[in-house]
């Protein structure tokens, strides 16, 4: 599961991928982010927690993302670029 917080939009989402199908997840209040991004564009007011890596924009994921998170990303890749082609081709 992936759980981020994006500034632009205000919005919390939380993804899990089952049978090759994201689904986000409601209920913020039970699934605290992972990692804020696009915080230049916060407003002053909102406060992040120091407890939560925050970016400016958006991050190196080899650099924050656990080894087990890289491992699934790595494993779906393949089903990604065909997915893409195939939408690309028409």
């Avoid at 699934?31 to 400016?56: E, G, M, N, R, Y």
């Amino acid at each position: 599961m992936l759980v981020m917080s994006d500034m632009r939009y205000s919005s919390v989402y939380a993804a899990t991928l089952k049978d090759g199908v994201w689904t986000v997840t409601d209920g913020q209040d039970h699934l605290p982010p992972d990692i804020h991004i696009s915080t230049a564009s916060k407003q002053p007011w909102f406060q992040l927690p120091a407890d939560v890596p925050s970016v400016s924009e958006y991050y190196n994921r080899e650099s924050l993302w656990p080894a087990e998170s890289l491992a699934r990303r790595q494993a779906l890749l393949p089903l990604i670029e065909a997915y893409q082609k195939a939408r690309d081709a028409g």
